[in-house]
């Protein structure tokens, strides 16, 4: 155990042992490396501070592991588990119910846990929910209103498979405190007053209204989608997760939604660009580590819109997408660092791009 009370051997927080200014200038450093060409435009960090660097993480999927006595929930290195039910950077709650799901019986095909505030999902590697006893008042106890078994006899690097859902118990959803519908599959930032930071940052640059189209890309529950719908623009988001995309349903329902990757749907991403004026063409994208897809790119290049709000999660990928946008037709105004995952190497970016000329 170090000082802050957790596994010596996770390498979750890189930072953890150094001040909290000391991590923020080193997360600085890094985005101007990988975004060299737009040093210019880099604002400060945006970050919590020293007081607010534990207990934030309200989303957890853990790898499960039954240690001969008690199952076990963390993260694997080199073929060991890493245990994190008592993760200082979690929240209390997430740690409570996980320590009440350490004594779920031996034998059960438990493959990993998922919190996500308030919903738990339970991810058995079978194709049928074991017969047990679900230890559901005590995890009512710690904040959990949803309980859930999902059957996935595939289950790896995909966590979550598109069938084999089976509510347990409780809600089949829960609202954060912003009043979004949220799921245990669902994506959720981890620190909710950043991200409305930045996504009010991205609302003052877009200025979406009446007459206007948003496209929101990799909409995830739809929680930006909600904020453009609320301006008076009409909008469109695209997500994969078929799941996510009913929340989206809820808490966005005057918006298009569209089931499947964006690549899979440029066409009708851009039929609907060109529903509107270029001077009224707006994209919002928020995607996974691995950077807009080149069908996505290319298409904005060739449709044309006026401005773009891109929040990343890797500054590398970001790096390559916004060098493919400035060779057709775009400039960056403005990239903002958040440190969304404070004490990790962690850092989110969101750029502001528009159409030059
Ligand atoms: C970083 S999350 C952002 C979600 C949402 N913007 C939010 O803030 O909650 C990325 C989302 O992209 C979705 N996704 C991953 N690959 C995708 C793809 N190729 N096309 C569309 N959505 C994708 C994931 O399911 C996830 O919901």
New binding site residues.
């Given amino acids: 155990m170090n000082r802050l009370g957790c596994h010596d051997q996770c390498r979750g927080c890189k930072y953890r042992d150094i001040p909290y200014e000391e991590g923020i200038r080193l997360k600085e450093a890094w985005v101007h490396r990988a975004l060299a060409d737009h040093r210019e435009v880099i604002s400060p960090i945006r970050g919590v501070g020293e007081g607010r660097t534990l207990g934030y993480r309200r989303r957890v999927r853990l790898k499960a592991l039954h240690d001969g006595s008690r199952w076990r929930f963390g993260m694997m290195r080199r073929d060991q588990l890493i245990p994190l039910e008592e993760c200082p950077v979690q929240q209390d709650r997430v740690n409570r119910m996980l320590r009440v799901l350490m004594g779920l019986p031996k034998g059960i095909p438990l493959f990993m846990v998922s919190i996500t505030m308030a919903q738990v999902a339970l991810v058995f590697k079978d194709r049928h929910l074991p017969s047990v006893q679900f230890p559901l008042e005590e995890l009512a106890h710690w904040g959990c209103q949803g309980l859930w078994g999902h059957t996935n006899p595939s289950a790896g690097v995909r966590i979550f498979a598109k069938n084999g859902w089976h509510l347990i118990f409780g809600k089949p959803f829960s609202f954060d405190e912003t009043g979004t519908a949220y799921g245990p599959w669902s ?3 981890q620190i909710p007053d950043l991200h409305r930071d930045s996504l009010m940052k991205a609302l003052n640059f877009l200025s979406p209204s009446q007459g206007k189209g948003v496209a929101d ?5 739809g ?2 989608l909600a904020l453009w719908s609320s301006q008076g623009a009409s909008t469109l988001g ?4 078929g799941m ?1 995309l009913k929340m989206g349903g809820i808490n966005s329902p005057s918006s298009s939604l569209l089931q ?4 899979q749907r440029v066409p009708q991403i851009a039929d609907f660009l060109r529903l509107f004026p270029v001077e009224s063409r707006l994209i919002y994208a ?3 580590r691995s950077g807009m ?1 080149a069908e996505v790119l290319n298409m904005l290049g060739e449709v044309g819109v006026w401005r773009m709000a891109y929040l990343s ?1 890797a500054a590398s990928t970001l790096s390559r997408d916004l060098a493919k946008l400035c060779t057709m037709g775009y400039r960056v105004v403005k990239v903002i660092p958040y440190d969304f995952f404070p004490m990790t190497d962690h850092v989110e970016c969101l750029a502001l791009v528009e159409r030059k000329g």
């Fill in positions: 994506f959720a930032q890309l990799y909409c995830g529950d929680a930006s695209v997500e994969v997760s996510s499947g990757t964006c690549a928020n995607p996974p897809e999660c």
